[in-house]
């Protein structure tokens, strides 16, 4: 039975640390903090590969890999947590509040379909059938059926139960200072209180990564983009699926809330949030659905998403220390790929000779 550290418990880290463990391996998951508290709980958990991609892109392909795991690795993730999470495929409905962005988006519906992906383009008049409250204003949408979202916390949450079902070990507040290999192989973990030796261990720490010490090798080159969202008191039934803009986006919840996101900032590790992203966030929520303008603010919270040199993660075997396996930058993504990355890594560690794409090679970046 191999013996792996997973470092950070995030929703990248956890549902790696669970598909471990049900594989069989002894799994100790650690987190400089409580599991789910960094960038995931800021995270709004949208699942829209054809939107945050990119035409024909290696994300985007990805996406559409990783959206495809989704259903199965909901279900199965509940059976073993036996908890529920929060998940919706109800599809995504892009605004266009422009002539341009009309026709931009009428043309990705074309383009879309050309590859077989559903991408209907709504004109204007149509919209309320779909979502009554979305601005009169619209000149249009593009609706993606496949699309929806995930409750993030709840997905960690789960993971990390489930985890422990099978066996896997969870410490909090417990961050990695350095990452060693051991003579004769395995690798070393040191914390500011402990030494953990395993065979192999998974550095999934998100924007954390860069400062952890791996010795022999470069800094992770990763770096933090806060992202900050509102949580709205909406109006139960507003909204049924997520709203896009070319603003931000609205999430709405079963409990009648929205999630309205999401910045983009470079403040380094900076996770207050800010009056101006209230302004901002706010108005783009209105802009896209007037009908929001009675609602409260529930929540304001900050995230910082790991951005790594071309916006792709870093996946894959560590080419400086034997036995260590980078699952980290994903930036705006780590929702989405979070089934895919575990599948990975879930082989790097059972599959002699397997290698994810080179794209995602973390030797890609330097020294690692």
Not at 25 to 33: E, Q
Not at 175 to 184: C, D, F, L, M, T
Not at 252 to 265: H, M, N, Q, S, Y
């Amino acid at each position: 039975m191999q013996s792996i550290t997973v470092i950070g418990a995030g929703v990248v880290g956890s549902t790696i640390a669970w598909e471990l463990a049900s594989a069989g391996a002894r799994v100790r998951l650690i987190d400089a903090r409580t599991p789910g508290d960094g960038a995931t709980r800021a995270s709004a958990g949208v699942l829209a590969p054809y939107i945050e991609g990119g035409p024909t892109s290696v994300l985007r392909e990805l996406g559409r890999e990783s959206l495809d795991l989704y259903d199965a690795f909901i279900a199965r993730l509940r059976s073993e947590s036996h908890r529920e999470i929060a998940y919706d495929r109800s599809g995504t409905l892009e605004v266009a509040l422009t002539i341009e962005e009309a026709e931009r988006l009428s043309a990705a519906s074309g383009a879309l379909w050309s590859e077989g992906v559903e991408a209907r383009w709504v004109p204007a008049a149509v919209i309320p059938d779909l979502e009554a409250g979305v601005s009169p204003e619209a000149q249009g949408a593009l609706f993606i059926p496949s699309h929806g979202y995930v409750g993030v916390s709840s997905l960690t949450a789960a993971a990390v139960a489930a985890a422990e079902q099978h066996g896997a070990q969870v410490f909090e507040e417990t961050g990695a200072i350095q990452v060693s290999p051991i003579a004769g192989g395995g690798v070393s973990v040191r914390t500011s209180s402990s030494v953990w030796q395993s065979d192999r261990a998974i550095v999934a720490a998100g924007s954390w990564s860069s400062r952890i010490s791996i010795e022999g090798a470069e800094a992770v080159p990763v770096k933090p983009i806060r992202g900050q969202l509102l949580q709205l008191l909406g109006t139960r039934g507003l909204l049924q699926r997520v709203i896009w803009g070319s603003a931000g986006y609205l999430v709405p919840w079963p409990d009648g809330t929205v999630l309205a996101g999401a910045t983009v900032e470079d403040v380094g590790f900076d996770e207050s949030v800010t009056q101006e992203a209230r302004h901002s966030l706010l108005d783009m929520a209105l802009t896209l659905v007037p009908g929001l303008k009675e609602a409260g603010i529930a929540d304001m919270r900050a995230g910082l998403r790991p951005r790594g040199p071309d916006d792709l993660p870093l996946i894959g075997h560590s080419k400086v220390v034997p036995g260590l396996i980078y699952a980290t930058g994903h930036y705006r993504n780590g929702v989405l790929l979070t089934p895919l990355t575990a599948q990975m890594v879930r082989r790097l560690v059972f599959e002699p000779g397997y290698a994810p794409i080179a794209a995602l090679d973390p030797g890609r970046c330097g020294g690692l």
